[in-house]
């Protein structure tokens, strides 16, 4: 029977740095373990972090953007003399940051 219950291995590293191959673990405390020792104490912050996109072109402060669109509309709305339509693409991509997610957060969620 111990050998059965060792053998199952439930528990699976979600960091995207241990997804090929995936990180196998018997025990939550060793998947626990094996998380805050590899990828730091806030790892649930870190793993597969969510994007924000940014201009600071022309702005006294960087502004942020949750989401894409917003940024994409920005540009459109406020810099369409800096940018040509087809460029915009380019400079989302190039302004695209991760971010931490907030303490407490599920990043499976």
Do not use: M
Not at 64 to 86: N, P, Q, W
Not at 89 to 96: F, Y
């Amino acid at each position: 029977r111990h050998h059965i219950l060792t053998s199952l291995k439930p528990y699976t590293c979600i960091s995207e740095e241990c997804k090929d191959p995936p990180l196998l673990f018997s025990k939550e405390s060793e998947w626990r373990d094996h998380l805050h020792s590899f990828h730091g104490p806030r790892w649930s912050q870190e793993v597969y972090r969510p994007l924000q996109w940014c201009c600071d072109i022309g702005h006294s402060a960087p502004l942020y953007f949750v989401k894409e669109k917003g940024l994409e509309e920005h540009l459109v709305e406020t810099h369409s003399d800096i940018f040509a339509r087809e460029q915009i693409p380019t400079v989302l991509n190039q302004n695209s940051l991760p971010s931490l997610r907030e303490p407490h957060v599920c990043p499976l969620c």
